[in-house]
């Protein structure tokens, strides 16, 4: 799980939901040195659970976040922030 969430709350949230030991990967804000909309937090998810950005799945809420998760910034030159 990656999270922009603080760690703190990342691992408070899992436990009083019931999922902390359903999850084995999590990654929270504090984990990265740039965090959402920066694509370094799924990158870093990616490496941790050894699957390529382009086969895994997310729930961004933005249109520019699934481009982040997608790797269609970089193939298509976008920076965060542009249309």
Known sequence: MASNAPRALLDTTLKCAGLADLV???LSA???VCPKPAPDIYLAACRAIGQPPGSTGSDPGTL???KWNTGAYERDGCVPGEP
């Open 24 to 26: 084995t990967v999590t």
């Open 30 to 32: 504090d984990d990265v």
């Open 64 to 66: 520019r976040q699934t």
